[in-house]
């Protein structure tokens, strides 16, 4: 198909346009539209409620838009020749059945990709979770399957990544890691989206800017644009998004 | 294929479908172990129709797996969000894992019929009903299809214990099914009551004659349509 050929231009890059979702008589994505590129760490924040998630979830096929495009290299996710070598997702929780093993979790997905087994314990070595390879997801801790999570995203050395509230129940430590990982995987030319409603924990990660707000773009840019005249970005967010009912 | 490989490696890694596998073997041989004093041209035949289960945990955890939400405490996300990132075609996620299904189905149809059937021979000795190819083929026939059908059903419904419940309870303890026979005729075009008629010669007070080709059409009829709708709603809804 000629579309699932990505342009060299388009590789790596988010292209979200015109989404709009109405959910039970209620527009909770009111037409947003921005763009996250290759080499960059693009935040996407806004208060909960604000359509981050759905926004994530249109772009990864798991739901449908009323309206609008959501792209990854140019084309929508569902068309991609390889999806889990081309973008890999952390969504809610580990993304595993709690009766597996984080280790048969991971090969099946690897399987589901044609990757090497090896690849399995490559990943879970990245995310420290070697030694509970063999337990049961049922027995992780919260932290643990956020890792878990990762690992799974990481399986095909994807190109683009896509994290909602990657940072949600990891402890110090682990938001350490995380924030190091992403700034690395920006800094090798990958594409970085992650969602978050934590302001000050992000300041430091993140390159680009979207502020959302009740399923409106309210603010794009860089870190520094979108900071402005305010003393920090967590300052810039809630003049923003003030009145949104927090 | 990829996606089918990925589909029997969730299968062989959860512990509900070895237990399927245990249900499927042991009851209907078991149900042949009590009812072996009893020779009859159905013996074996029946326990394999009613003795079912263990495909119906199959086909229902296949699916109603993808849908286990995670405690709120560990995140409450479910395995369906990273299956459809990995295989993000509806039709082919869904074709693959009926496929795994299929595939381990048909050999649980094997061994079920081998023991239920070494059970009545070994009993009743030459007072068992010979063999016949065409009434095996049946009971493989209808258990694939079971497996199917609680697939099906657990696609439309998102969920395992209402489908769980009431396909076990109908095959077990009270068929329902059975029971609207007494109501009207048409009860016996049910895909289970007809699926019978591939194997079993007699179903207690017949009114209605269904002939084993009849039988495995009107099966096939309500497979085929509940595959199809269900990938329908699966296709077009939300995740």
């Known amino acids: 198909m000629w579309f699932s050929r990505p342009l060299a231009s388009l590789v790596g890059v988010i292209t979200i346009d015109g989404l709009v979702k109405r959910r039970g008589g209620k527009e909770i994505l009111a037409g947003i539209g921005f763009e996250a590129r290759p080499g960059r760490v693009t935040g996407f924040l806004g208060p909960n409620g604000a359509g981050k998630s759905s926004t994530l979830r249109i772009l990864l096929g798991l739901d449908r838009a009323d309206a609008g495009t959501a792209l990854v290299d140019g084309v929508p996710f569902p068309a991609l020749a390889d999806p889990v070598r081309t973008a890999g997702a952390v969504l809610d929780g580990s993304g595993a059945h709690r009766s597996r093993t984080g280790r048969a979790h991971l090969r099946w997905v690897a399987r589901s990709a044609g990757l090497p087994p090896a690849r399995v314990d490559e990943v879970l070595a990245l995310v420290g979770l070697t030694d509970a390879a063999a337990k049961r997801v049922g027995g992780y801790s919260l932290g643990m399957g956020r890792r878990l999570a990762l690992a799974t995203a990481l399986l095909g050395d994807p190109s683009v990544l896509i994290l909602d509230e990657p940072l949600n129940g990891l402890d110090p430590e682990g938001i350490r890691f995380v924030r190091t990982f992403l700034r690395e995987r920006a800094r090798s030319g990958r594409t970085v989206l992650l969602s978050s409603h934590l302001m000050g924990e992000l300041a430091e990660t993140v390159d680009d800017v979207v502020v959302i707000d009740r399923g409106r773009i309210v603010a794009t840019g860089t870190l520094a644009e979108v900071t402005g005249a305010h003393r920090n970005l967590e300052d810039a967010f809630f003049a923003l998004t003030s009145g949104s009912g927090r | ?239």
């Open chain 2, 1 to 239: 294929m990829r996606a089918v490989r990925a589909e029997l490696a969730k299968l062989g890694t959860l512990p509900s479908v070895w237990l399927a596998g245990v249900l499927a073997v042991v009851v209907p041989s078991g149900i042949a172990m009590l009812n072996s004093g009893v020779p009859g041209p159905d013996r074996g035949y029946q326990e394999l129709a009613f003795g079912v289960m263990g495909v119906i945990v199959l086909g229902v955890v296949a699916v109603s797996s993808e849908y286990l939400t995670e405690g709120a405490d560990s995140g409450g996300g479910r395995q369906l969000t990273t299956s459809l990132t990995a295989v993000p075609s509806r039709v082919r996620f869904l074709a693959a894992k009926a496929a795994a299904v299929v595939l381990v189905a048909v050999p649980l149809a094997f061994a079920a019929t081998a023991a239920t059937m070494g059970v009545v021979h070994v009993r009743l000795a030459e007072q068992a009903t010979a063999l016949d190819a065409g009434r095996l083929a049946g009971v493989v026939c209808y258990w694939t299809y079971t497996a199917l059908l609680a697939f099906a059903i657990t696609v439309l419904l998102r969920h395992g214990i209402v489908p769980l419940t009431v396909l076990l309870v109908n095959t077990s303890v009270v068929s329902v099914t059975f029971l609207l026979t007494k109501v009207t005729p048409l009860a016996y075009y049910f895909p289970d009551m007809a699926g019978m008629r591939m194997f079993v010669g007699e179903i207690a007070d017949d009114r209605v004659m269904i002939s084993p080709l009849l039988g495995l059409l009107v099966m096939s009829a309500w497979v085929a349509g509940l595959l199809a709708l269900a990938s329908a709603v699966f296709t077009r809804r939300d995740a």
